[in-house]
Structure formats: structure tokens, C-alpha cells
T-cell receptor
Framework: DGGITQSPKYLFRKEGQNVTLSCEQN?????MYWYRQDPGQGLRLIYY???????QKGDIAEGYSVSREKKESFPLTVTSAQKNPTAFYLC????????????FGSGTRLTVV | KNQVEQSPQSLIILEGKNCTLQ??????????LRWYKQDTGRGPVSLTI?????NTKSNGRYTATLDADTKQSSLHITASQLSDSASYIC????????????FGSGTRLSIRP
């Protein structure tokens, strides 16, 4: 079955550490996105990529980095510069632009310990 | 400012009852509106998509309406089931540009037996 796989489901980070969240899709979608979800708030866009080797900052990119070396993969690194990283992170993909509707992964919950 | 506002923030109803969730938006130019269902700890799953010319769309016990003149949408759930307990998120696309997706903060629905 086609879909998006995020791993790990739960991740714990110590202060000052960088951590990387994995996102892999086998839907042959061109565009991929990373969102952050906090309780009581709408999803906020961190980064997006419409094509391999190209990506753009979203609304809250500070403290995060991404790469898009393969069409199928769009990993997100949460760096030590991100002061409040505890959140639920969602990866999504679309065939083309965002207007075509998302397929979401099942999410990664990141907690700072 | 482009915004999507949902009401109520949370709702508790008894199993078997109907309910209606509201979404008001100020996004312009409007492209489409989607309703997503998000189970706790999971990624959102699309329920319906509506374009400017569509007034009503159904997906099983879920019926979405759209009034493009007043910029309002509703999601009606008929004969609720325990599995309907989830957050319901209204998402509006602005034109077809990438990163122009605005998420509502969701309505948390709890179904009690």
C-alpha cells in the first residue's frame, strides 16, 4: 500500500542535542511538507519541498533544517537552536501543489527531557 | 489577514446523536476547503473537499456544506459513533500557490456511550 511513513513515533531529546525525524513516501508525490502541531493551535508549516534538491522555509523554520536528496525522503532535523521543540510533528505530501490535498504521515511526538 | 476559525473548540455528545461543526474563513482568493479527521496521536485524514461551486458533499455519515458568499462551512455528523471521537480540522487553500494553506485549530469531538 502507498503511504507516508514517519519514524520514530516517539522521540526524546536532551538539551543541546540535534535530532532527525524521518519521513519516507512511496506515493510518487513531488511535494513534501513538515508541520508542527501544538495543543489548541492549527498546524504550522516548518519547511516544504516541491522538487528534489530544493526546499523553502515555511512560517516557523528557525531552529529546523531539512534536505531533499531523494524524491521519496524528506528528513527534518530539529537543532539545538530550536528553543521549544516539544511538539507533534507531521509530514505530508501532495502530487503537486498544496491545493491538491495532503496525505499525512502518522506523526512523531518529540519531547525534550 | 487570512484566517480559519473553527467552533466550538470542543464538543461532547452522546452516541447516536447528530452534531454540526463550524468553520469560518477569511482566506482570499479561495481555492478549496477540506475537512480532515485526526485521531489522537495520528495524522489527519481527509474527509471531504469542496470547491467554490459546490454547496454540499457527503462521505458516509459526514456531510460538509459550503457557503462561499458568507465564507462559512459546516461538517454535520449523523448518528455519531464512538469511533467519531477525534479532532476535526478545517483547511482552506488560497489559490494554488505552495505554502498557501491555512489550517483551523480544530474542534475536539468526544462521543460518550
Amino acid at each position: 500500500d502507498g503511504g507516508i511513513t514517519q519514524s520514530p513515533k516517539y522521540l526524546f531529546r536532551k538539551e543541546g542535542q540535534n535530532v532527525t525525524l524521518s519521513c519516507e513516501q512511496n506515493l510518487n508525490h513531488d511535494a513534501m511538507y513538515w508541520y508542527r502541531q501544538d495543543p489548541g493551535q492549527g498546524l504550522r508549516l516548518i519547511y516544504y519541498s516541491q522538487i528534489v534538491n530544493d526546499f523553502q522555509k515555511g512560517d516557523i523554520a528557525e531552529g529546523y533544517s531539512v534536505s531533499r536528496e531523494k524524491k521519496e525522503s524528506f528528513p527534518l532535523t530539529v537543532t539545538s537552536a530550536q528553543k521549544n521543540p516539544t511538539a507533534f510533528y507531521l509530514c505530508a505530501s501532495t502530487p503537486r501543489g498544496q491545493g491538491y490535498g495532503y496525505t499525512f504521515g502518522s506523526g512523531t511526538r518529540l519531547t525534550v527531557v | 489577514k487570512n484566517q480559519v476559525e473553527q467552533s466550538p473548540q470542543s464538543l461532547i455528545i452522546l452516541e447516536g446523536k447528530n452534531c454540526t461543526l463550524q468553520c469560518n474563513y477569511t482566506v482570499s482568493p479561495f481555492s478549496n476547503l477540506r475537512w480532515y479527521k485526526q485521531d489522537t496521536g495520528r495524522g489527519p485524514v481527509s474527509l471531504t473537499i469542496m470547491t467554490f461551486s459546490e454547496n454540499t458533499k457527503s462521505n458516509g455519515r459526514y456531510t460538509a456544506t459550503l457557503d462561499a458568499d458568507t465564507k462559512q462551512s459546516s461538517l454535520h455528523i449523523t448518528a455519531s459513533q464512538l469511533s467519531d471521537s477525534a479532532s476535526y480540522i478545517c483547511v482552506v487553500s488560497q489559490g494554488s500557490s505552495a505554502s498557501k494553506i491555512i489550517f483551523g485549530s480544530g474542534t475536539r469531538l468526544s462521543i460518550r456511550p
